[in-house]
């Protein structure tokens, strides 16, 4: 369990946050035992504000619904009813009931599926534990978010880099928007590089907050990025706007690239993407004769069927206009020295090459997974020291949708056994029914939680986790940047709660590799990762809040590019092996009809909450009490649907229900629906808590044709739905819909 420090102090600790995956750096104070506030950070690069989620920390990590007992389920898979016993119990029964069901259908029968931030605080154990034990079989939300982009970016240059904004002239956001109290330090970096004459590119279909005060503003269509960024290459490779001796020196295939780009002539682009083809021209000419510019990682390009495509051109792009590893552009970072990353913590070496071929999804679609990432193991060493890289946890994945096909059919081979760690699964991929069938067929479940959620109440065993408040750490975000920034526990955890690490090294210990996991504690994790810097964790936290070596730009002179031909990869030799377009190209997803006519969108995040969670968190619900979705006035007065409405939206997979928002800043034919909701208060009423009611998962399909090839990620932007008024009301309790 948790090491207990009886000298917890009541002054001010730095620590970071993970209610979200961005970690921002504050400081928070602690009364009676209980975190009582949250400040500011005294440095004052990191003090612009701070997100409403952030200050309702302390309502959060107190609240009276947050788990504090490992749960066991008595009656049926998602009944919801439960008995209360040890942690000691619980881990004795998992271990137990894993190693028989591991031992009748192989190790490959376990599942482990997490998320962002609670992966980095795991430091690389859960795949250490399922590496060792023999299971390919891990997912992750980074599967359509930033771990995906990470996997791509490998394949052009060997590295995911990290957009320079403290010195840029120029920012293009592909739909990108952060604000205020989203993604709240990007916005603060934005905002201090247009206060330094950096200029802003925003291509969205809507009037994006960012998109408001843009110089430059694209409304593409929803899904085209790709498309639109061949027309950008288009112009800079006509114009000959890119940067000569760097294409000369470190790149291979760009006469194949011109070639292919030459198929996307600026009226074919207007065609595809609605946008003006001089403004196409303009942005491209601004964005590549600019001193410098970044093209900051979107969530964006990482959720449509030509997603592998969109996210190689931002990183070719980025290339041959010279901006990687330049001042003002694109840095790759590489490892810090000071600290292992998870990357060697996880020993991957360990899983053999039997099982590695087991991986789900990696046949048909092996972007992300073990198949292609492996191929750029000799590079990753000669370049980075180490032969893995797992930038952001998302290079050696199984594809989810494969994952949750296999727990529902058993087919490839079953899939017995799901462990879902600080994630809600059931609602965070897409084809929620699929998902609900897969957990159906389960013989054990796990979750580790620190609320009860729909996929928790599927659970055999829920237990209970901590939180940021209550753990020491040091994050560096996943080996994506230098920077290590501390964050010091001030409140004891509940007795009974554990860590994630916690959980896999008690269950290793339990499962016979405990000598893989001689670190008691999570400070003694943190002794060993810092061992390189000489320093301990105690050390470390007395001496700083902040460490990150200087910045060294063109280190590829030195290495070369940790990519097979040591060369930027225009063309890709790693997808050519592996059978695919070694260029990049555009595909139309399956489109809207006379009976689907909306180009549905989802995501756009809701500043009240993080993903799927604080539904339940008053003082953030206030803020947002229904889900909406957002029309034009045009197609609302069309449908005969006024603001606030009830509605219904339809997509051939699946319904949900929301309110309808009438805004102006919409795109004519564009319907945008939230992600995530369900209803906590519905708990006991509805079933999982009325997780079909509302939630995007439903929407969205996951069949072949509206997968990405490569990496088999799902089309979230832009699949045909219609919207349909409701003659009653939908059935939720009155005080939901009056919210
Ligand atoms: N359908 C659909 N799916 C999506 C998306 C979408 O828009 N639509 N978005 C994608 C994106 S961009 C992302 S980043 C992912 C996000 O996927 P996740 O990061 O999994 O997001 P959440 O839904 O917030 O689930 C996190 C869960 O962790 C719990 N939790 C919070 N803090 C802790 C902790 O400290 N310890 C433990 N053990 N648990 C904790 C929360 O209660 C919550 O239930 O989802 C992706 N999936
Ligand atoms: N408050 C809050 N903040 C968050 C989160 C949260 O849940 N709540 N989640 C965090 C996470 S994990 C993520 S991934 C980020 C996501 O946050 P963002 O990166 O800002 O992504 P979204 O909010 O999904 O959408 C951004 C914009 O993309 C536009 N868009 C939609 N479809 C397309 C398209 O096909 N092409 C283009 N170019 N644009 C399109 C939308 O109109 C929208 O304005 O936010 C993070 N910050
Ligand atoms: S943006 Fe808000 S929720 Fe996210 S890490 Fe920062 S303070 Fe926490
Ligand atoms: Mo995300």
């Not at 247009?194 to 969205?204: F, N, T, Y």
């Not at 021209?281 to 093209?295: C, D, E, K, N, P």
């Not at 039997?354 to 972007?367: M, V």
């Not at 795109?667 to 369900?678: A, C, D, E, N, S």
Request: proline share 6%.
């Amino acid at each position: 369990m948790t090491v207990h420090d009886s000298t917890l102090s009541a002054p001010p600790k730095h620590v970071v946050c993970t209610i979200c995956d961005i970690g921002c750096q504050l400081r928070a104070e602690a009364e009676d035992g209980k975190l009582a506030r949250i400040l500011a950070h005294e440095n004052p690069a990191m003090t612009a504000n701070i997100c409403f989620k952030g200050v309702a920390a302390p309502e959060i990590h107190n609240h009276a619904e947050r788990l504090r007992k490992p749960l066991k389920r008595v009656g049926e898979r998602g009944d919801d009813h439960w008995e209360e016993i040890s942690y000691r119990q619980a881990m004795d029964e998992i271990a137990e009931r894993l190693a028989e069901i591991t031992k009748r259908h192989g190790p490959e029968s376990l599942a482990v599926s997490t998320s962002g931030w609670n992966t980095q605080v795991t430091h690389g154990m859960d795949r250490r534990f399922m590496n060792l034990l023999g299971s390919p079989n891990w997912i992750s939300g980074v599967a359509l978010c930033a771990g995906n982009t990470a996997a791509v970016n490998k394949l052009t240059y060997g590295w995911f880099p990290s957009p320079d904004f403290a010195q840029t002239k120029c920012i293009v956001l592909f739909g990108h928007n952060p604000k205020k109290h989203s993604w709240t330090p990007i916005y603060n970096a934005i905002n201090y590089a247009r206060s330094q004459g950096a200029k802003l590119i925003v291509l969205d279909p809507r009037v994006s907050d960012q998109a408001e005060t843009a110089d430059l503003h694209l409304r593409l269509r929803a899904g085209t990025d790709a498309a639109m960024c061949l027309g950008w290459l288009h112009v800079i490779i006509e114009e000959q706007l890119y940067d000569q001796d760097f294409v000369d020196r470190w790149t291979v295939g760009f006469e194949d690239l011109r070639q292919r780009v030459s198929e996307y002539p600026l009226e074919r682009v207007e065609e595809i993407t609605g946008v003006d083809r001089e403004l196409i021209a303009q942005a491209a000419r601004l964005y590549a004769t600019s001193q410098s510019a970044v093209i900051p990682w979107t969530p964006i390009t990482d959720q449509q069927v030509s997603s592998t495509s969109a996210i190689r051109l931002h990183s070719i792009l980025r290339a041959i206009c010279g901006f990687l590893d330049a001042p003002g552009g694109e840095l790759l970072g590489g490892f810090n020295p000071d600290y292992i990353p998870e990357s060697k913590l996880q020993l991957h070496e360990h899983l053999s090459q039997e099982q590695r071929d087991k991986q789900l999804g990696s046949q048909d679609h092996p972007a992300f997974t073990y198949r292609a990432q492996d191929l750029l193991g000799d590079a990753t060493e000669r370049v980075w020291g180490y032969r893995y890289a797992d930038i952001v946890m998302g290079c050696y994945m199984a594809n989810p949708s494969a994952v949750f096909r296999a727990m529902a059919t058993e087919e490839p081979y079953p899939v017995k056994a799901f462990f879902v760690l600080g994630n809600n699964a059931l609602l965070s991929y897409p084809n929620q029914h699929q998902i609900h069938r897969g957990l159906l067929n389960q013989e054990l479940i796990v979750a580790h939680e620190i609320f009860m959620t729909p996929t928790a109440m599927l659970a055999d065993y829920v237990l209970p986790g901590d939180v940021f408040s209550e753990r020491n750490h040091i994050a560096d975000s996943w080996s994506w940047s230098t920077r290590m920034t501390l964050s010091q526990r001030i409140v004891e955890p509940s007795a009974e709660c554990s860590s994630t690490y916690q959980f896999w090294r008690d269950l290793a210990h339990r499962m016979g590799f405990g000598e893989h996991f001689p670190w008691d504690t999570v400070e003694d994790v943190l002794d060993h990762r810092l061992s390189p810097s000489g320093k301990s964790f105690s050390e470390f936290e007395s001496e700083t809040y902040f460490h990150m070596p200087p910045t060294e730009h063109r280190k590829y002179e030195k290495t070369g590019f940790a990519t097979p031909s040591g060369k930027v990869e225009l063309s890709s030799s790693v997808l050519e092996q592996l059978g695919f377009d070694p260029l990049p190209y555009y595909r139309e997803a399956p489109g809207t009809s006379a009976e689907y006519p909306y180009a549905v969108f989802t995501g756009v995040r809701e500043d009240a909450f993080f993903q799927t969670g604080q539904r339940n968190i008053e003082s953030l619900r206030k803020r947002s009490p229904t889900p909406k979705v957002f029309l034009h006035p045009d197609d609302a007065a069309r449908e005969g649907l006024a603001d606030g409405d009830w509605l219904r939206l339809e997509t051939p997979t699946g319904q949900v229900v929301a309110r309808l928002a009438i805004h102006d800043t919409m795109k004519p034919g564009h319907l945008r629906v939230p992600h995530g909701w369900w209803y906590p208060e519905l708990r006991g009423e509805q079933q999982l808590a009325g997780a079909f009611l509302s939630s995007d998962a439903v929407l969205c399909d996951d069949q072949t044709e509206m997968l990405d090839h490569e990496q088999g990620v799902p089309h979230f932007k832009g699949f045909p739905g219609r919207v349909v008024k409701l003659s009653e009301p939908p059935p939720l309790p009155q005080r939901v819909l009056e919210g």
